[in-house]
């Protein structure tokens, strides 16, 4: 077997269109933020007896969590104030329905479980998720890859804001159903891994129960390379930077071992770190943040790094064990850190380097850290730094990492043991019998592509725009209100061009709701008005005008064919000698001007044959 | 449900046992996990695997399964738990009893049942240590619907016991359901009490990270080493955020809600204090305070004793024979404290035949007041002792322990409209 160069799985979180996984509220994301409260969270021990890991790491920070309770997207069971009550059976369907279109087998019974999350993201300090099917595939790239599991589980609360020991969520997302899946680590190019998320993507939004737009779906990935470990960067909201995650991340993995042989080089080994109280070395020095957290009662703590000169920023910055080094740091809650690679700078000159670097007898080899706060954090701080420095003689340590907005990421927190799940007790198992199955299979949703090719044939409008209208969401919609040929043009016309132009031009579109346009097409579509002049109906709709007031705003009530005519007649009287000159010719300029005398009270085709036969009428007297 | 015969024989045959690592190949399908205990609402024929992922999946075993044991589980170490050591500090007396604050999860049910001895309790809270010396024990472990007289005079003589003994105050962890009826039950059988009772409960498991039975343990701790009060209460979350504790007087305090964390509260008075959980106590009325000389339980209860909720249409024929079976029985009447004309007549002769009934009001709030209408007269005429503004639950505990101490009728009554235990208020605030 060859060892690939790249090994990646990817994870993807995708909420579902229905109420919230265990209780009645709504699925809305709102602005309002409703009563707060404030809680802590403490780790527990597991039903084995140990502590998470990851858990432990969170509860050091000693965080307090504010949280905000809009009503209607949030009641007492996402407080955690009530017990959850059954899992929402629509929920589970879409799983799987999901499930059965990958080919997967459901579990006999479904046993959901608390895993345990005591970030704050959670009331209650863990996850509801369940195990529902396992062992589907999925083609990509005309290749067949795993997809082992499927899961459902509750979406986490949304963080809103973070500032010293306390961070705030609202409690809307909390508790809105994800269907959670993993593909086996077998993808091998950065992008194979968007292919793979692309065509999961696109298979969920085939059951047409999922939610769109962003923020809905949560891309983690899992990323390896021969020699380094699992990192798992959570979180990518961004399909399209799903590459660039997996580049960097290699980029850094490969930098990172590196490291590693530098230091097996220098023969460096773990040594327990000594760390020196420097306040009084640097109570005269100007640094902004060493004075700062001095005058505050802090301290100046540092620690050599023996071996370490040029590995933690080198000078092409292609090793950064120091950034490294950083994120440990501020997972214990200071600011940062410095290291002797990147001073002088930050108002530490060369003075107070060499001068430091005499004080802790350091030779060219060796490096230190420094970390100036409060004394606990300042400690606990640079003790993580130093551990992560260390870290670096094993070569890529197994950790979770938050994607960035440029495509890197930074360190978040150890990846998860499977210890940290037990039983939800609160919540009963659930069989999933052979007629559910059945049912479910009878009514499988058709694929993405088997629906574009039959939406353009059926309406009879162009592939691309089909396309569109599915990739949008809009296909729904608009299958409802194509009822002929006509207005299926205008429909798709109305959906893919008049609607994002209009909110380029500043329009609210918060009022043009489904149920908005379902009515101006009905009215649309019982002649009340042209087709060209859906855009003013809709402009008025969204200042909050209803569809009969706008009609009569623009004055555009369809004109009776007597009164077209008469109007039409006239244009074509007034101008009789242009006519004469053009003879039939005159359609094409005569056009613009009927079409304003007439004010989208007849539509443009009607227009243009009443126009012709006027001018016809005219030349043959 | 437990297993089906069919499941259970398949199981004893591959001498599987809790723990062990099983196989089970079942249509088509291998699936490899722990086996865990068989849920309460599982399918019959289901067994519950623990997969690598660390997820639960029940797998059908059907006729044609084969179920082999990949793995023996090995007996598990039993983590060593530290004894909490607050050497030199207070001495608290940790009573355990049961109920949510110590708890975990049972896989023969799959729900949360009390389990934790006080001391595992308490070495999950290594805190306290800072706060007192504890010294935790558990009287029994029951759920707290199960607990009756015999319960509540276990606890008082053990609190008297231990306070007369040098502690400087009890801890009685207590499930939340009925902790106002043995905090009511203490407050009586208490006499001359010099040290506090603190009754302290969980209305999430302590198997949570939210659980708030830390904050609520932390905080009875401090009450007891850093105040003066000298009463049995309950003391539980004042709101919903993690922020203060309520310290409730034990003849006022009633769980108001099935689930959230401040169900108690206190009624028709206002508690007696707040314990911020990020330091300091502020007393919020007045309180009896610390005293030397011995605690005595005078713990004699009259069980027969019955508590009824009126409501219309009730059935005279079913409750005419409680009325006359019981020695006391205390009505939640309507409104200021009324029942039905013709429960009135039952009562009358309930009440000549020798039956004490007391009457107060499922309205909670406010007090009873039999002189304004009709329907109160008659009440009274039939010899029903009003309960002034007494809980219903608090007038029942104090019901059994009055006639537990007398039989003379006129001092029943006059212990009944006496307050003793802070059970009856003279007045209501507005606010």
Known sequence: MSEHELTCGLEIHQQLDTRKLFCDCRTVLVDEEGSNFLRRLRPTQSELGEIDRAALVQAEKKLRFRYQAPPDSSCLVDADEEPPHAANADAMDIVLTFAAMLDARPVDEVHFMRKLVVDGSNTTGFQRTAMIAMDGKLEVNGRMISVPTFCLEEDAARKVDAKAGEVTYRLDRLGIPLIEVATGPELHTPEEVKEAAQRLGSMMRATRRVKRGIGTIREDVNISIPGGARVEIKGVQELRLLPLYVEKEVERQRSLLRIRDILRERDVTRKDAEIRDLSEFFAPCPSKVIAGALKKGGKALGAALPGFAGLLRSPDAKLRLGAEMAQYARAKGVAGIFHSDELPAYGIDQGYVDKLRELMELGPQDAFVLCADEPRRAEAALRAAIGRAYDALGGVPEETRDPLPDGASAYSRPLPGAARMYPETDVPPITVGAERMQRIRENLPELTDVRIARIASEYGIHGQQARQLVHDGWDDLFEEVAKSKELAGAAARTLLSTLPELERQGVDMSKLDEEALREVFSALSAGRFAKEAVPDILALRARGKSVDQAVKELGISMVSSDEATAIVARVVNERETFVREKGKGAVGPLMGVVMSELKGKLDGKAASELLRKEIERLLST | ?431
């Open chain 2, 1 to 431: 449900m437990s297993y089906s015969s069919r499941v259970r024989d398949i199981l004893d045959r591959a001498g599987a046992a809790e723990g062990d690592t099983l196989l089970v190949r079942s249509e088509g399908r291998d699936s490899t996990g722990v086996l865990m205990p068989h849920h309460e609402f599982s399918h019959p024929d289901v067994v519950v695997l623990k997969l690598k992922s660390g997820y639960n999946v029940g797998v059908m075993v059907t006729h044609t399964s084969e179920l082999t044991v990949v793995n023996k589980t090995e007996a598990r170490e039993k983590h060593p738990k530290a004894a909490a050591n607050g050497k030199g500090k207070k001495k608290v007396a940790v009573l355990g009893t049961g109920g949510t604050i110590a708890s975990y999860v049972d896989y023969r049910t799959g729900a949360v049942h009390p389990a934790l001895s006080a001391g595992d309790l308490v070495a999950t809270v290594p805190e306290i240590a800072d706060v007192c010396d504890v010294r935790a024990e558990v009287l029994f472990s029951i759920f707290s619907e199960n607990m009756n007289v015999e319960h509540w005079r276990r606890i008082a003589e053990a609190a008297a016991d231990r306070i007369n003994g040098g502690a400087e105050g009890c801890i009685i962890p207590h499930g939340t359901d009925t902790m106002g009826y043995t905090s009511a039950a203490l407050s009586f059988m208490l006499d001359n009490l010099t040290r506090p009772v603190v009754l302290v409960g969980a209305q999430r498991s302590s198997d949570r990270p939210s659980s708030d039975a830390y904050t609520n343990l932390l905080s009875a701790a401090r009450f007891i080493v850093d105040t003066d009060a000298a009463e049995v209460v309950v003391l539980m979350h004042e709101t919903s955020s993690d922020t203060t504790a309520a310290v409730h007087r034990g003849t006022k305090v009633r769980k108001m809600h099935t689930s959230r964390r401040d169900a108690f509260q206190s009624v028709n008075a206002s508690p007696i204090a707040r314990v911020d959980f990020e330091g300091g106590i502020e007393f919020l009325g007045p309180y009896r305070q610390r005293s030397e000389g011995k605690v005595v339980a005078r713990t004699e209860m009259e069980r027969n004793v019955a508590l009824l909720h009126f409501y219309p249409g009730m059935s005279l024929s079913t409750f005419e024979r409680v009325l006359n079976d019981s020695r006391g029985v205390v009505f939640a009447g309507t409104g200021l404290g009324h029942v039905s004309s013709d429960m009135v007549k039952a009562i009358a002769k309930a009440v000549n035949d020798g039956t004490t009934v007391v009457m107060t009001s499922q309205c909670l709030n406010g007090t009873v007041n039999l002189n304004v209408y009709d329907n109160g007269r008659d009440l009274v005429t039939a010899g029903v002792i009003p309960g002034g503004d007494m809980l219903p639950e608090t007038a029942y505990i104090k019901l059994m322990w009055v006639l537990g101490q007398t039989d003379d009728k006129n001092e029943v009554r006059k212990m009944m409209i006496t307050n003793l235990r802070g059970e009856l208020s003279e007045r209501r605030d507005i606010a």
